[in-house]
């Protein structure tokens, strides 16, 4: 049973690597072994997408049957665009007066990974990064997120307000006026967005209001790992069909809106994200994904407007989120919107585990004791199973001195010996899978924790103690790895030891290859399974020592 489990082991530990360094190459992305990609992703050439046009023969909306298609590119010559900077007390940005477009935002709270000493650039519009909000109006000949817009006096640094206003006016286009409205609000990272269209024509128009995000499709800098995969892509989010994510290599040229009677669109990767809110109202929208061009894609919301008399205006309110991913803020925000910091299939357990960790972090003031008193109480919560689990290796431990002498024994004959064992199993009340099937259970929970610490943004430069600056980081001196690694092996010294020295070998050499990983993990992650380790060998050892494992002779072992 031992030899079974050991090649089991091995066999699935190696698959999942295997499986793993397949997915980095069929992704494009350099293998566990340092294969570089075949065709290796390049920056689009040119920084703008063309507006959404109608289509006919396209699924179409009831206000004016415009859809937003995949993009032609842009030929005209235009002026260059002048760039409003604006400071709050979070963001540095900027807002380009082509379009009235969100084309920069720095976060002034979170220090770069790859830049140390400056911040964290989500926005830009440079040739090797391309990521930004757009808006306008499609169903007409009307002001896009390509048209020239002047933009109005005002003030550009926050200072002791609490709020800043930055206003942007359109030309006169196929009869309509458009005054954008951006308000930023101190301490937060929502943008509230406000649209007054007016008609100067002397028909009424129905037109539409598009919102979309546009960014390459490159992994962040500072994201990439062979040991971890973070999502970086577009989302959005329907009361129907509820959070659906996009894989950029999925995203088509053409493809047809989804309607939708509500609903976000976002721009997903590790930790940060951007979402653009429409207003809540009655009535269809629809939700869109598309390749814009080589390396450039889009996600959107197209929101039909009322129809607007001659003379008349019309305004509409939005929320553009661009900031880190903080489940009380997102949450708050639209529904479903918290589902950007994504758990997967655990997320029923990573919810409320997050939720633990804040709480423990409330009253500890420290990310890294939060973990270690949220691994301590997990581990308590389950003292029951694992404790029934050491009881059967300790137990599996005492006789294991009889069961090489009943392998000596039966050497020649395996059906006498697999009798001989199942009737001492059955004497000493032993089950062999009572040491596994307890920690199975678990698998889920310690899964979704690992989830939380991986995805948390909160863990994102956060000190411990000592050399350990930013828990999201690898540990600069390995010294948590190595103490972790030290303590899977003596997990294993406390196990039973297999008779037949190949299978003890094996024994030995899983926690070290399995360690290698955590030496590229983010400490956080290697902190929390230190703790689970430590307190393992603990209750492990407290066990081993009540049932005088080490020590019992056939006849106390027969009590």
């Known amino acids: 049973m031992d030899f079974r489990r050991s090649v089991l082991w091995v066999v699935f530990t190696m698959s999942m690597i295997f499986l793993y360094n397949a997915w980095l190459r069929y992704n494009g992305e350099t293998d566990l072994f340092g294969t570089p990609p075949a065709h290796p992703a390049q920056v689009a050439s040119a920084p703008t997408s063309a507006v959404p046009q109608a289509t006919p023969g396209t699924p179409t909306l009831p206000a004016s049957g415009a859809v937003a298609t995949a993009p032609a590119q842009t030929t005209a010559a235009q002026p260059a665009a002048q760039l409003v900077s604006i400071r709050t007390d979070l963001m540095d940005v900027k807002i380009s007066s082509r379009g009235g477009n969100l084309v920069y935002a720095k976060l002034l709270k979170y220090e770069s990974r790859t830049e140390p000493g400056k911040n964290v650039v989500l926005f830009d519009d440079t040739t090797n990064n391309i990521y930004m909000a757009q808006s306008g109006l499609i169903g007409g000949d009307f002001p896009n997120h390509e048209t020239e817009m002047t933009v109005l006096p005002g003030p550009r640094d926050m200072g002791d307000a609490k709020t800043l206003q930055v206003k942007l006016v359109s030309p006169d286009m196929g009869g309509i006026k458009l005054e954008r409205t951006y308000t930023f609000t101190r301490d937060s990272y929502v943008v509230d967005v406000q649209n007054t269209i007016t008609n100067t024509g002397s028909a009424a128009v129905a037109p539409q209001l598009y919102m979309q995000l546009v960014r390459d499709g490159n992994t962040p800098p500072g994201d990439e790992s062979h040991f971890y995969h973070t999502y970086t892509g577009p989302a959005y989010y329907d009361n129907a069909n509820k959070f659906q994510k996009f894989e950029f290599k999925d995203l088509k040229t053409n493809e047809a809106p989804k309607k939708a009677d509500s609903g976000w669109a976002a721009m997903i990767q590790h930790y940060f994200v951007s979402a653009w809110v429409p207003q809540p109202y009655e009535g269809p929208r629809d939700l ?53 910091k994504d758990y997967g299939w655990v997320t029923i357990l990573a919810k409320p585990i997050f939720w633990l960790l804040e709480m423990i972090h409330k009253v500890v003031q420290n990310w890294g004791w939060s973990i270690i008193v949220l691994t301590l109480l997990i581990k308590l919560a389950f003292f029951p199973l694992t404790a029934a689990s050491y009881k059967s290796m300790a137990r599996m431990k005492a006789v294991g001195p009889r069961i090489n002498a009943l392998r000596e024994q039966y050497k020649g004959d395996q059906a006498k010996m697999n009798q001989a064992m199942v009737e001492l199993y059955r004497k000493e009340k032993i089950n062999p899978l009572g040491g596994c099937l307890p920690i199975v259970i678990q698998i889920p929970v310690f899964i979704a924790l690992y989830w939380v610490l991986l995805s948390s943004v909160e863990l994102r430069g956060a000190p411990w103690i000592f050399w350990i600056h930013d828990l999201s980081a690898k540990d600069p001196f390995y010294i948590l790895p190595a103490v972790m690694t030290a303590t899977s092996f003596l997990q294993v010294k406390l196990n039973p030891t297999p008779p037949d020295p190949m299978q003890a070998r094996l024994m030995w050499i899983m926690p070290a290859a399995f360690s290698i990983m955590f030496f590229f993990f983010p400490a956080g992650l290697v902190l929390y399974w230190l703790t689970n380790n430590t307190t393992s060998i603990a209750q492990q050892w407290f066990i081993n020592k009540k049932m005088g494992v080490g020590v019992l002779t056939d006849a106390t072992a027969a009590k």
């Open 288 to 340: 869109y994904t598309r390749k814009l061009g080589e390396n450039l894609y889009a996600v959107g919301v197209i929101q039909p407007l009322a129809q607007i008399a001659p003379g008349k205006s019309l305004t509409t309110d939005a929320k553009l989120f661009v900031g880190p991913e903080l489940e009380s803020t997102l949450g708050a925000l639209a529904p479903g919107l918290e589902l950007v």
